[in-house]
Nanobody, 122 residues
């Protein structure tokens, strides 16, 4: 397994942007599929986006398509989530996750970060 640490969350006005980073430990980062999930208060954890091991294939949830971009830098053991045109409904704790399967299901992921808070004010 890899250890994951997210950063980059914060408070932003609606329409603003943030870039989340997720740094991974270990030498096997490039073999993992990486994903972002989020969880708002009182709601279940929700899939945001996923990227394959090489970074050549990505898929985003409909709720963030056209606004969020997932990317990765295997040389830096880091995956990113660029979030533009943020909306108040994007407010949540954002988690990165590592797994062996290209999946939108949280239970398919074996390693999780501690989460970073994103708050979008109206």
């Amino acid at each position: 397994q890899v250890q994951l640490v997210e950063s980059g969350g914060g408070l932003v006005h609606a329409g603003g942007s943030l870039r989340l980073s997720c740094a991974a430990s270990g030498r096997t980062f490039s073999t993992y599929v990486m994903a972002w999930f989020r969880q708002a208060p009182g709601k279940e954890r929700e899939f945001v986006g996923v990227i394959n091991w090489s970074g050549s294939v990505t898929y985003n949830a409909d709720s963030v398509k056209g606004r969020f971009t997932i990317s990765r830098d295997n040389a830096k053991n880091t995956v990113y989530c660029q979030m533009n045109s943020l909306k108040p409904e994007d407010t949540a704790v954002y988690y990165c996750a590592a797994g062996k399967f290209y999946s939108t299901t949280s239970s398919d992921y074996e390693s999780w970060g501690q989460g970073t808070q994103v708050t979008v004010s109206s």
